[in-house]
């Protein structure tokens, strides 16, 4: 099937997601959209979906003009998509999931719950799955309810699939298998539509690549072409995706945690008798799949959840003391989602840059604030860390997600710190901040302050880190070098141990790898 | 669980009467068994140990990280209940049957009003206008059954009466996306001023016209109302407790059974999910909403039609929470909303049955006994429930 898009335009008041974006997709191939996050991909694929309505501009399937009304109009014409968020509901199983909306019936209404079982087992044999109809879908790992999305998708007979950012949750073994059940798919004659802001996997998976940048199709190229000359596209100028940063000079480990336990609500421990220690200008990342304790870890040193064990600090125990008394201790922390946690969205960016400062000088005198002091504090940020807002009144809720990161980084640096955590300090920020932020960073590591950095995407792990710690289950499996290769860590993340992983990383794996890497050179040179 | 020590001291304190008696049938029975009368003391202490017992399986269950059986639940709570009775009517007697089915009577208006709140639950709407539609249900069966000189044309009306306050809480709810729990309350206090003010300015001054409707004949079911003890209790009841038997498994068979069913259940665990698969979120919640209200209007013609007649002000007295109490009691399940509403319904015609028999209970805490039974089930039984997701968030889209 051919997929046409004519001139989408998508306005949500004065914003323009999408504006004139023209967008070929041929039978049999897979067609990567790249773009930021909030370049309008997704609002992209919404419309194209039926969830949401273009204000200008058509859909054409097989040269023939088509409207959508809702998502069922989309199916109908073999239009499925795989959604970021995954659409299933938790407490259906697999079958249930897969028949929603064209249910098998047996006369009456009555559902043919054996049919849909036979389908799902059909798909899944085909594709090679591995799916069981009866799995509860709230108990199956993300990555084998992608599948169940996928299968759902394929029971409507979707000759397009559209998958929105699908490896944004999976671990980097998930994620290849993704990409072999991808080009699987392919051969089997199904279109893909792949939104994505990695560009490792694009070049791995994809045919046709498309880069949209705020809104608009900034132009196309081929697999073969460079990451960086992808970035530049994506960006509008030239990134350095690495970070330049000279070798780390550790100290004197002024950083230990030893046997520290979190337990969640019903008991679990979910961080396990974890112990590490940071050096002075040292940056140690702690990598893992989302999930596995990395959050509770960073929010168990700001004292933010109940924890048993030591974390010293200096010499001085952090275990029992409140949030504030952390703080003051010189914690720097920037917390994983910033708009939960991280900033007050409707308080102004000034405000937001003394959230953890406005009780003592310059900007207390006595119970009041000093408003001057305050705003001056943003100007000066404001301008330090570039972040584009109209002014210091401005509500930090309406900056873009990389202006509100550089709000919260600004405001922990801003302050004299004797150790530095910061946990996702990317996550949904343009490539452009990411690497300012980035530098910000290594910046605070090479003053001497110890960082942790929290993250679940090995590429800021491989950038940043000195040494790696990856967690599994609320243990950390192994402290590795920062030039651990990437299968091996892939191996950690799913719970092998160091060396372990090592050797199952096996030969071929690792010559595969090289091959890939010299490959990659070749083609940026 | 720990109750139970209570209740070793039921049957271990003196009671009244050395003998309790238990009428087990009505004297127009085809099959004639005679009252059954045991030692009250001597039972009493039996049914107390044999309570202890199954109390000291679960809390070894409970040593041993196994999960306690429903069934010990059940076998002790009506172990306890026997033993209290026993206690109770030390003395006296009483019949079981008229009590069973007197509990059903009474359940029958909380069981309709459960499903039609768990109709509306299961699509994500929040239905706490039950007592509304109750209340509406009872003044439309009663002024129309009045009028048309017909009982059964009063169950016709009564669904009727309650879709009206369902319209209305879809429209707030569902299309303008009002907070669900608000609407609920004011369409409640909305339905008692409406029936109020027409009761006191129209009915009243035309009751014999306007409010004296015939009542539901009983209708006793051939051979199967002649099965001792069963057959009194289920078999010869009017037609409205007919047809909740029949609302029940025709509810549990289509919400749990059918493509509507799981349609209905997927817009109200996760509304997107459903949209994304081309079922219209917002007009299944509609057509929920209207069909729960008709379904608890129905269940309000049980207070006039059904049982005393007359409609008068106020007449459902927070049964619609109640009711309400007894959906999340049942866990959404048309079965298990019937099974709580039982429950209620045996703990109001008990306080009835013992103020009658006039036990050495104060009646005041008698008059309590449902209320408490309520609570005691929604706090203590429940534990930790879990309802439709997307219960009473409104879907908005783009």
């Known amino acids: 099937m051919k997929l046409e898009l004519r001139g989408i335009t998508k306005r949500f008041g004065p914003l323009v997601a999408n504006d004139h974006i023209d967008l070929v997709v041929e039978p049999g191939e897979v067609h990567a959209l790249l773009g930021e996050n909030g370049a309008g991909k997704s609002t992209l694929m919404n419309v194209l979906f039926g969830l949401y309505k273009a204000d200008e501009g058509e859909i054409v399937v097989d040269d023939e003009?088509?409207?959508?009304?809702?998502?069922?109009?989309?199916?109908?014409?073999?239009?499925?998509?795989?959604?970021?968020?995954?659409?299933?509901?938790?407490?259906?199983?697999?079958?249930?999931?897969?028949?929603?909306?064209?249910?098998?019936?047996?006369?009456?209404?009555l559902l043919d719950l054996d049919a849909a079982r036979r389908t799902v087992r059909e798909l899944s044999d085909r594709f090679g799955f591995g799916l069981d109809p009866d799995a509860v879908v709230e108990d199956l790992p993300v990555g084998v309810q992608q599948r169940v999305?996928?299968?759902k998708a394929l029971v409507r007979d979707a000759r397009v699939l559209i998958l929105d950012e699908p490896t944004a949750v999976l671990t980097p073994q998930e994620t290849d298998e993704l990409i072999a059940i991808m080009r699987e798919l392919k051969a089997q004659g199904t279109s893909i539509v792949f939104i994505t802001h990695k560009l490792r996997e694009v070049k791995a998976v994809a045919d046709v690549i498309t880069v949209i940048r705020r809104g608009a199709v900034v132009?196309?190229?081929?697999?073969?072409?460079?990451?960086?000359?992808?970035?530049?596209?994506?960006?509008?100028?030239a990134v350095s995706l690495g970070v330049d940063k000279a070798p780390a000079e550790p100290?004197?480990?002024?950083?230990?945690?030893?046997?520290?336990?979190?337990?969640?609500?019903?008991?679990?421990?979910?961080?396990?008798?974890?112990?590490?220690?940071?050096?002075?200008?040292e940056i140690l990342a702690v990598a893992g799949v989302q999930g596995n304790g990395q959050t509770e870890l960073s929010e168990a040193v700001v004292g933010l959840v109940p924890a048993t064990g030591s974390i010293r600090l200096e010499g001085r125990e952090l275990v029992g003391l409140s949030p504030h008394e952390i703080l003051d201790a010189g914690v720097g922390f920037v917390p994983e989602d910033r708009t939960v946690d991280g900033l007050v969205l409707d308080f102004t960016v000034a405000e937001n840059l003394v959230l953890d400062l406005h009780d003592r000088k310059p900007f207390a005198r006595g119970v009041a604030l000093d408003l001057g002091a305050i705003r001056k504090n943003a100007r000066e940020r404001i301008e330090e860390y570039d972040i584009r807002t109209q002014g210091p009144a401005q509500e930090v809720g309406r900056l873009s997600g990389g202006n509100q990161q550089k709000v919260v980084v600004a405001r922990e640096l801003s302050r004299p710190l004797k150790v530095f955590v910061a946990s996702q300090p990317t996550r949904g920020v343009d490539v452009g901040s990411i690497e300012f932020l980035h530098k910000r960073i290594v910046a605070e590591r090479d003053n001497g302050t110890p960082v942790v950095i929290v993250s679940t995407e090995l590429d800021e792990v491989a950038a940043l880190a000195d040494r790696i710690a990856v967690m599994y289950r609320g243990k950390i499996v192994g402290i590795v070098p920062a030039d651990t290769p990437r299968a091996v860590l892939g191996l950690m993340m799913a719970g092998a141990g160091a060396e372990e992983a090592r050797e199952q990383a096996t030969e071929t794996e690792l010559d595969q790898l090289a091959d890939e890497h010299t490959h990659e050179t070749g083609a940026q040179q | 669980m720990l109750g139970l020590l209570a209740l070793v001291l039921f049957g271990l304190l003196p009671a009244g009467g050395r003998e309790t008696t238990f009428g087990l049938s009505t004297s127009s029975d085809f099959v004639h068994l005679g009252p059954v009368t045991v030692p009250s003391k001597a039972s009493a202490v039996v049914l107390s140990v044999l309570a202890l017992l199954a109390a000291a399986y679960a809390g070894w269950c409970v040593s041993r990280a196994r999960r306690v059986g429903r069934w010990v639940t059940i076998v002790f709570a009506v172990l306890w209940v026997l033993a209290f009775l026993t206690w109770a009517v030390a003395g006296k007697s009483t019949s079981l049957v008229s009590l069973l089915a007197g509990s059903l009577f009474l359940a029958v208006p909380l069981a309709f009003g459960a499903l039609g709140g768990l109709i509306g639950e299961r699509a994500g709407v929040v239905n706490i206008a039950i007592e509304g539609q109750l209340l509406t249900g009872a003044f439309g069966a009663a002024v129309f059954a009045s009028i048309v000189s017909n009982a059964y044309l009063g169950l016709v009306a009564a669904p009727v009466a309650g879709l009206v306050i369902g319209a209305l809480l879809a429209l707030f709810t569902v299309k303008y996306h009002v907070n669900q729990i608000i609407v609920g309350v004011v369409l409640n206090v909305f339905a008692v001023g409406l029936t109020s003010f027409l009761y006191s300015s129209v009915l009243k001054e035309n009751a014999a016209t306007l409010n004296s409707p015939p009542r539901l004949p009983t209708l006793p079911i051939p051979v199967l109302g002649d099965i001792p003890v069963i057959g009194p209790v289920l078999f010869r009841q009017t037609l409205l407790v007919y047809l909740l038997y029949v609302a029940i498994v025709v509810g549990a068979i289509a919400l749990f059974r059918t493509r509507w069913g799981l349609r209905v259940r997927a817009v109200g665990e996760y509304p997107a999910a459903a949209d994304t698969v081309g079922i219209d979120v917002n007009r299944t919640r509609w057509g929920n909403v209207l069909l729960g209200s008709m379904v608890a209007g129905l269940g309000g013609a049980f207070f006039t039609v059904g049982s005393v007649g007359a409609f008068s002000q106020e007449m459902t007295a927070g049964k619609g929470y109640i009711a309400l109490a007894a959906m999340i009691l049942g866990r959404w399940s048309p079965w298990g909303a019937l099974g709580a509403a039982l429950l209620f319904g045996f703990s109001d015609k008990l306080q009835q049955v013992l103020g009658v028999l006039g036990t050495a209970i104060p009646n005041?805490?008698?008059?309590?006994?449902?209320?408490?039974?309520?609570?005691?089930?929604?706090?203590?039984?429940?534990?930790?429930?879990?309802?439709?997701?997307?219960d009473g968030v409104p879907y908005v889209k783009e």
């Open chain 2, 364 to 390: 005041q805490f008698m008059l309590m006994l449902p209320y408490v039974v309520t609570i005691f089930a929604v706090a203590g039984l429940v534990g930790r429930v879990r309802g439709p997701a997307a």
């Open chain 1, 65 to 109: 003009p088509v409207a959508f009304k809702g998502p069922g109009d989309a199916l109908a014409a073999g239009i499925g998509m795989v959604h970021q968020h995954f659409m299933l509901v938790p407490v259906f199983t697999v079958a249930e999931n897969v028949m929603l909306g064209h249910e098998p019936t047996r006369g009456g209404g």
């Open chain 1, 251 to 281: 100290g004197e480990e002024t950083f230990q945690v030893e046997h520290l336990t979190v337990r969640d609500a019903n008991g679990i421990a979910v961080v396990d008798d974890v112990s590490f220690s940071v050096a002075r200008g």
């Open chain 1, 219 to 237: 132009g196309s190229a081929s697999p073969d072409a460079a990451e960086t000359e992808l970035a530049a596209m994506m960006v509008g100028r």
């Open chain 1, 149 to 151: 999305e996928i299968v």
